[in-house]
C-alpha cells in the first residue's frame, strides 16, 4: 500500500487570490529567496516561500487560519527581491482578505468591505442610515437647521445623543465582530497547529505582543518600506488620539448633563463646541496633524514603492478611501464650521458616513489586521513559533 498523500486543490480559492491581488501567484518557481529575505519570519517556520506553494495548489485549509500569513507586515522586501516577479508580500495579503471572510461573523459585510462591485452597497447602507436619522429628526433641509443658532453647530443638525446611540450600537457590533473573527481564527490556527501547541494561558503573552505592536517592533525589521514604519506609526497613534477624544467628548457632555459638573481651569464640561485651548481639543488637534503626516507617508511609500512593491489592491485601496475620507471631511466639516459655511453640514453628514464606515466594516476589512495580526502574534507566543 502506498502512504501517497492526495492533495485536492480548491480552484476557486485559487481563483480568489489571483483575482484578490495575487495574479502574480503562478509565476513562483520555489526559489525560497522571498524566505530569506524576510527579516520577520521566524526561522524554524519560514514563510512566504511554503504559502505560495500552499497558494498555487489551493489548500485553502492549511492557508485560511494560518499564523504565518498574518505575522507577514506586508514591507514588500520579498516582492523587491523576488526573481520572478511573483510578488509574495501581495499574495499574502490577497490570503488574509480570504482569511477575513472566511472567520468573518456576518460573511455578507465581508463581500461588501471587500469587493470592488459592491462599493455603492459599501456607502450606501450609512448614506442611508444617517438619512433617515436627519429625516426623523426633520433636519434635512440645512437653512431651517442653521437657522436654530446664532453660530453654526452640528449638534442642531445631527443631536449628540443620537449620534451616541448609532455609534455605540455600531461599535458593539464591531467588537462582538472582532470577538467573533478571533476566537475562529484561534480555533483555526490551534488545529493547523498540529503537536506545535502552546501550555499553559495565552494571556500573559497579550502584553508582550501588545507592547511590540506599541513600539512598531517588527516595521524597523523591514528594508524596502522603511518609511512605513512611521506613517503606519502616526496613523496608529492618531487613531488612537482621536479615540480618546470622542471618548473624553462623551465625559464632557454627559459628565455636565447627568452629573453637573461644571466647566473648570481649561476644562469645558458641557456642549460643543469648545475652544482651542482645551486640552480636548488640543489632542483632537495633534491627532488630526499626525493622522495627515501619517497618511501622507503611506501614500507616498506606497506610490514611490509601486515598482518594486506594487500598488497594492482594492482591499488596500478602499481602507486607504475610507481612512482619507474619515480625516478629509472631518477636518473640512471643522473649518467651514468656523468659516460658517452653511455646506458644512453635509460634509459633517459625509464625515459620520465614513466614520461609520471606518468602525462598522473594522473587523471585515483591512482594518481586521489589528485584531487578527495581534492575535497571530499571542499565538506565535504561546507556540514559540515566533523564536528566532
Ligand atoms: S515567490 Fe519569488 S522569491 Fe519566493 S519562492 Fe517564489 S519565485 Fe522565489
Ligand atoms: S511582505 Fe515583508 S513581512 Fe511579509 S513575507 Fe514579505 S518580506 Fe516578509
Given at each position: 500500500m502506498s502512504d501517497a498523500t492526495v492533495i485536492k486543490p480548491?480552484?476557486?480559492?485559487?481563483?480568489?487570490?489571483?483575482?484578490?491581488?495575487?495574479?502574480?501567484?503562478?509565476?513562483?518557481?520555489?526559489?525560497?529567496?522571498?524566505?530569506?529575505?524576510?527579516?520577520?519570519?521566524?526561522?524554524?517556520?519560514?514563510?512566504?516561500?511554503?504559502e505560495m506553494v500552499l497558494a498555487q495548489w489551493g489548500q485553502k485549509d492549511k492557508l485560511i487560519t494560518s499564523p504565518d500569513?498574518?505575522?507577514?507586515?506586508?514591507?514588500?522586501?520579498?516582492?523587491?527581491?523576488?526573481?520572478?516577479?511573483?510578488?509574495?508580500?501581495?499574495?499574502?495579503?490577497?490570503?488574509?482578505?480570504?482569511s477575513i471572510k472566511e472567520v468573518a461573523m456576518i460573511p455578507l459585510f465581508a463581500k461588501i468591505?471587500?469587493?470592488?462591485?459592491?462599493?455603492w452597497l459599501l456607502f450606501a447602507i450609512p448614506m442611508a442610515l444617517f438619512y433617515i436619522v436627519l429625516t426623523v429628526l426633520g433636519n434635512t433641509n440645512i437653512d431651517v437647521v442653521r437657522a436654530k443658532s446664532s453660530h453654526m453647530a452640528y449638534h442642531n443638525f445631527m443631536p449628540v445623543p443620537a449620534i451616541d446611540v448609532i455609534f455605540i450600537l455600531t461599535a458593539a457590533f464591531a467588537a462582538t465582530s472582532a470577538f467573533v473573527g478571533i476566537k475562529r481564527l484561534w480555533a483555526g490556527m490551534q488545529a493547523n497547529a498540529g503537536t506545535a501547541q502552546g501550555s499553559?494561558?495565552?494571556?500573559?503573552?497579550?502584553?508582550?505582543?501588545?507592547?511590540?505592536?506599541?513600539?512598531?517592533?517588527?516595521?524597523a525589521d523591514c528594508n524596502v518600506s522603511r518609511l512605513r514604519q512611521w506613517g503606519h506609526l502616526l496613523l496608529?497613534?492618531?487613531?488612537?488620539?482621536?479615540?480618546?477624544?470622542?471618548?473624553?467628548?462623551?465625559v464632557y457632555l454627559y459628565g455636565h448633563e447627568f452629573l453637573g459638573i461644571k466647566a473648570f481651569g481649561p476644562f469645558n464640561f458641557g456642549e460643543a463646541p469648545y475652544p482651542m485651548t482645551d486640552p480636548m481639543k488640543m489632542l483632537a488637534l495633534a491627532s488630526s496633524v499626525a493622522f495627515a503626516i501619517g497618511f501622507t507617508i503611506i501614500l507616498l511609500n506606497r506610490l514611490g514603492n509601486a515598482g518594486k512593491a506594487g500598488m497594492g489592491s482594492y482591499f488596500d485601496?478602499?481602507?486607504?478611501?475610507?481612512?482619507?475620507?474619515?480625516?478629509?471631511?472631518?477636518?473640512?466639516?471643522?473649518?467651514?464650521?468656523?468659516?460658517?459655511?452653511?455646506?458644512?453640514y453635509w460634509v459633517y453628514y459625509f464625515h459620520l458616513v465614513f466614520?461609520?464606515?471606518?468602525?462598522?466594516?473594522?473587523?471585515?476589512?483591512?482594518?481586521?489586521?489589528?485584531?487578527?495580526?495581534?492575535?497571530?502574534?499571542?499565538?506565535?507566543?504561546?507556540?514559540?513559533?515566533?523564536?528566532?
Open positions: 480548491d480552484l476557486q480559492f485559487v481563483s480568489e487570490i489571483i483575482k484578490g491581488g495575487g495574479e502574480s501567484l503562478k509565476k513562483c518557481y520555489q526559489c525560497a529567496t522571498c524566505s530569506v529575505v524576510c527579516n520577520v519570519t521566524p526561522e524554524g517556520n519560514p514563510f512566504p516561500r511554503k500569513v498574518w505575522l507577514c507586515h506586508q514591507c514588500s522586501d520579498c516582492t523587491a527581491y523576488c526573481p520572478r516577479g511573483a510578488k509574495p508580500g501581495e499574495v499574502l495579503n490577497a490570503i488574509r482578505k480570504q468591505a471587500t469587493d470592488p462591485k459592491l462599493i499553559g494561558s495565552p494571556f500573559g503573552h497579550i502584553l508582550p505582543a501588545v507592547t511590540t505592536i506599541l513600539a512598531h517592533k517588527k516595521f496608529f497613534y492618531a487613531f488612537a488620539g482621536l479615540a480618546i477624544v470622542t471618548t473624553w467628548a462623551i485601496w478602499i481602507f486607504l478611501l475610507i481612512v482619507i475620507g474619515v480625516g478629509a471631511t472631518g477636518m473640512l466639516s471643522w473649518g467651514l464650521r468656523l468659516a460658517d459655511v452653511t455646506m458644512g466614520v461609520w464606515s471606518l468602525f462598522a466594516y473594522a473587523p471585515y476589512s483591512k482594518f481586521a489586521h489589528l485584531f487578527y495580526r495581534t492575535t497571530a502574534m499571542v499565538f506565535a507566543k504561546y507556540t514559540g513559533r515566533d523564536k528566532k
